[in-house]
């Protein structure tokens, strides 16, 4: 990988949903090679018929960019941005294992604590690197994407010696439009993103309310602020040096300016999809407990999600039975 140019890197982006769609398309358009990879048969047939309608606060584009099912893996990539949900992970890098090689690198940008464990799973820990987004992006129909305000995305490696890929990616990110920093301190920086999905992601999906509706009323306001509380006092028992003071800014700024988005869990729980709720709040709840952190709002959230999910799974478990047996009432 030494020496080579950032616009020669072979990227892979599995995992191409809102966040994913973002960051692909954004990369293509600015001229890195790049293919996205998804099971949603609507949202790639509608890419590869249509190119990504990607709108933001730049304009609303079509973008083709390539993307092929995982079975369609089609050699070894230099980098690959995984952004599947948390409890996907391991199924989505085993369905494109061949794409992987000794000095491929894989980040992820994904949501949740421990990611890169399962990351180390398929490359050498050298090769893994981890980080943050805080662009927002909702997936607002088969192939068309959306995201409007500000963002960084924040990188570092999770092994020593680091990928030299890591290196490449300021640049990159830069001429995609796309705010990014190398962050010695990104375990910490991904607390503090769990910290603001905790109190957003929890909070929005309850309630069906987008984030600008959390904000504007002052108990749910108050209660974000709450979970962010509890959330940063669990990750410095755990010995991050967590900035409680930067999670309340990126919150009160999301809440004044992303009044429209809908967060990631919000959009599953209104499709009837599993939430990531285990990989932020269930996460946070077993290590507050764990060190003996109160951490009451929080857990509430979780057992609420927990709630919403199983009752979503409970209706999908009828239907699949009703279809294998319309007799059944």
Request: net charge negative.
């Amino acid at each position: 990988m030494s020496g080579e140019s950032n616009q020669s890197l072979r990227i892979a982006v599995l995992g191409a949903g809102a966040m994913g769609s973002l960051f692909g398309g954004s990369l293509f358009e600015g001229g890195a090679n790049v293919t996205l990879f998804d099971l949603d048969v609507a949202h790639v047939e509608s890419i590869r018929k249509n190119g990504l309608n990607l709108k933001t606060d730049a304009g609303e584009r079509r973008i083709h960019v390539p993307v092929l099912f995982p079975s369609e893996v089609n050699g070894v990539y230099d980098l690959v941005i995984v952004f599947t949900k948390a409890m996907h992970t391991r199924q989505a890098l085993t369905a494109i294992r061949s794409a992987i090689g000794p000095n491929t690198a894989l980040l992820s940008l994904q949501n949740g604590l421990d990611n890169k464990l399962v990351l180390t799973e398929f490359a050498d820990p050298k090769n893994v690197l981890i980080g943050i987004t805080t662009y927002p992006a909702d997936l607002k129909g088969p192939g068309r994407v959306e995201s409007h305000g500000r963002g960084v995305a924040r990188l570092a490696a999770a092994g020593e010696p680091a990928s030299p890929t890591l290196d490449l990616l300021p640049d990159l990110f830069a001429r995609s439009g796309l705010d990014a920093v190398i962050d010695p301190h990104a375990e910490a920086a991904i607390w503090e993103k769990v910290a603001f999905n905790a109190a957003l992601n929890g909070l929005c999906a309850i309630t069906g309310s987008a984030v600008g509706q959390i904000g504007a009323h002052p108990e749910t306001r108050a209660l974000a602020f709450q979970i962010v509380s509890e959330v940063c006092t669990t990750a410095i028992a755990c010995g991050f040096a967590v900035e409680r003071q930067h999670v309340e800014e990126m919150l009160a700024d999301a809440l004044a300016h992303h009044i429209h988005h809908k967060p990631s869990m919000l959009q599953d729980v209104i499709a009837g999809r599993p939430t990531e709720i285990e990989a932020i709040c269930g996460a946070v709840v077993r290590r507050a407990d764990e060190r003996g952190v109160a951490a009451p709002v929080t857990r509430t959230i979780l057992a609420l999600v927990r709630h919403i999910d199983w009752r979503a799974a409970t209706a999908r478990r009828s239907a699949d039975q009703l279809r294998r047996d319309p007799t059944e009432v």
